[in-house]
Each structure stands twice: as structure tokens, then as C-alpha cells.
């Protein structure tokens, strides 16, 4: 199974590139730069990720990310994400940066992009790994934060394919970020969004219709409204879902009641992925082999979701043909 899920061509459309960071490298990195962390090991820092929530889980993110300082920080995480997914069969990842994490600390924008893109090109290089890069707003900072974070981002525009909505959703609709996500399509950015992941069904519609997002990110809420199941179906939007991540949330209380199999079977265009690797126990093969255990899927429909990641990428038919042999 592990083989067969491996030697699968896949892409991960879903990777916070903070939540990747793994407890040897936040202390590798703390020592780098002289920080303390509020561990006093690596089997600690393990230890304390156990969450009731989003919410809980941010808090202990957005603390580990404090110890990315410098350019070579972004580019040694970068490098270590990239190297393990392409270690999973993953031939195309378009990765997540949250920059306002890094720059309400005083962390240039330069700083935080010039790393990360320095890795995306190295991993091509030395591995035929591809990469895109997706730029997301939190969506518990101000609208005012992330405009200034777009104005940030123009000089870099041709390292960055889409913007995206991150951070604690309930109480902050996608609604809110209509005039910022209008800002960015006119500069040529595509977008995303998480929708759906705790926040309701009427998120996601937000999403499409106010943001003109090209994907939903998470969306499994979207069982709760048939209409919205139609139309995610006939506008084939695909859904990048992260199973190991829903269940350490509390998304769904264990694995075995994962909806996955049931929006696969609605027609969906389903994709796995990890979000946050790091915290969350595995990466993107793990993610499959899990999903595809507890839900009994078969070959077919693994390959189907492993097709769908390639499908929902931002690469062309042709690059995605490429980027598979
Ligand atoms: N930031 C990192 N992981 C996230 C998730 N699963 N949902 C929302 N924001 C996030
Ligand atoms: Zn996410």
C-alpha cells in the first residue's frame, strides 16, 4: 500500500510552509538565532500538540514560527519540505506562506519570500521538484494589514501564482476580504481560500462568489448543503482536503468518519494534502495511506484523487503532463 501510494505521481495544492517546520528544526533554529523556546525538548514540543480546535492549534503555530528570522531560516524549511514530499512522490507542490506572521514581528517581506523562493528553485534543480507559491492573508488581522501585505507582495508578483485566506475562520467570513482579493486579481494574482473547514457551508459560497476563488481549500462542510455539493460539482471546484489535519483539529472525531469517501462519491474533485505536517503526524503520503485505510478506498480511487490533485493545480494540462513522467 505504502509502495503503491508513493510511486503515485501527486501534487499537494495544501502545505503551510510554517506548518512544516518539524520540532528538531525550531530548536535547530532557536540555537541559530539565539531564542528561547517554552520547551525543553523535541519530545516535549511533540508532547504539547494535542488540540481541541483551530484555535488551539494556531496559538502553538504562530508561537514555533517565531524562530524564523533570517533568509536562510525560510530557505532551510523550505528545502526540508521539499525534500520530504518529493521523498512521498510528490512532483508539484504549490505551498502556502503566511507573510503578515513574519512582518508584524519585523521580519522584511523580502526576507521571509527570497528564502522560500530560493528553495523552490535549488529543489527543481537538484530534485525536478516544481513549486508555486501561494500567498495567504489572516483572516483575523485587519483588511487594512492585508492590503498592505498585497502592496508588499507586487515587486515579487512573478514568484507568486495565487493569494490565499488563512487563520482562525469562525467570525471572520471571506466576505470581509471582498475589495482586497479585487486588488489582487487586477495585479494577476488566482486565489484560494479556506472555507468550510469550521466555518459553515454559507463560507464557501462567499468564497466563489465574492472572491472568485479557483478552489476551496479544506470545504468538507459542504456536505451540510446539497445545492452547494451541485454546484462545486457542475463548476468542478476542487475541494483540497487534509484528513490527518481534520481529525487533530476535531473536524471529524476519527478518521473512519472522515466524509471523504462520501464527496468522492458525490463527484467531487477531491485532493489530500497535509496542511501542516509538522503538527498534524504526517505528510502528504501518510495523509493517503491513513484516508485510504479508514475508508476502505480502492486503487481506483486513490488513483482518482491523485489524477484530481493535477487537475486542481495551477499547472497547465501540459506542465501537469510534464511534471508527472
Ligand atoms: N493555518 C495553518 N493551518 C491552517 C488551517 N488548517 N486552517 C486555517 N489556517 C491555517
Ligand atoms: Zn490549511
Not at 167 to 174: D, I, K, L, Q, T
Not at 238 to 258: A, D, I, M
Request: hydrophobic residues 40%.
Amino acid at each position: 500500500m505504502k509502495d503503491f501510494i508513493r510511486s503515485l505521481p501527486k501534487a499537494e495544492l495544501h502545505i503551510h510552509i510554517e506548518g512544516s517546520m518539524e520540532p528538531e528544526m525550531m530548536f535547530a533554529l532557536a540555537l541559530r538565532n539565539g531564542l528561547r523556546l517554552p520547551y525543553g525538548s523535541v519530545e516535549e514540543v511533540r508532547g504539547a500538540y494535542e488540540f481541541n480546535d483551530l484555535q488551539s492549534f494556531l496559538d502553538l503555530y504562530y508561537e514555533g514560527a517565531r524562530v524564523l528570522v533570517q533568509e536562510a531560516d525560510f530557505f532551510d524549511l523550505t528545502a526540508a519540505y521539499l525534500k520530504r514530499a518529493h521523498s512521498d512522490g510528490v512532483c508539484h507542490a504549490e505551498i502556502f506562506f503566511d507573510p503578515q506572521t513574519h512582518t508584524a514581528r519585523g521580519v522584511p517581506f523580502e526576507v521571509v519570500i527570497s528564502g522560500i523562493h530560493g528553495a523552490q528553485r535549488a529543489a527543481a534543480r537538484e530534485l525536478g521538484i516544481s513549486s508555486k507559491l501561494i500567498m495567504c492573508f489572516l483572516r483575523d488581522l485587519s483588511t487594512e494589514s492585508a492590503m498592505e501585505t498585497l502592496r508588499q507582495a507586487i515587486p515579487y508578483k512573478e514568484w507568486i501564482i495565487a493569494i490565499g485566506l488563512d487563520s482562525a475562520e469562525v467570525g471572520h467570513p471571506p466576505e470581509q476580504f471582498k475589495a482586497v482579493f479585487e486588488a489582487a486579481r487586477k495585479e494577476g494574482f488566482l486565489s484560494v481560500a479556506h472555507a468550510g473547514e469550521e466555518g459553515p457551508p454559507e463560507y464557501i459560497r462567499q468564497a466563489l462568489d465574492l472572491l472568485h476563488v479557483s478552489r476551496i481549500d479544506h470545504g468538507v462542510r459542504c456536505l451540510e448543503d446539497p445545492e452547494l455539493v451541485e454546484r462545486l460539482k457542475a463548476e468542478r471546484i476542487p475541494l483540497t482536503v487534509c484528513p490527518l489535519s481534520n481529525v487533530k483539529l476535531r473536524v471529524f472525531n476519527t478518521l473512519p468518519e472522515h466524509n471523504l469517501k462520501r464527496l468522492l462519491d458525490a463527484g467531487l474533485c477531491v485532493t489530500v494534502n497535509s496542511d501542516d505536517p509538522a503538527y498534524f503526524g504526517g505528510y502528504v503520503a501518510e495523509n493517503f495511506r491513513a484516508v485510504s485505510e479508514a475508508l476502505h478506498l480502492t486503487d481506483e480511487e486513490i488513483r482518482r484523487l491523485a489524477d484530481n490533485s493535477f487537475e486542481a493545480s495551477f499547472l497547465t494540462e501540459k506542465e501537469a503532463k510534464g511534471s508527472r513522467q
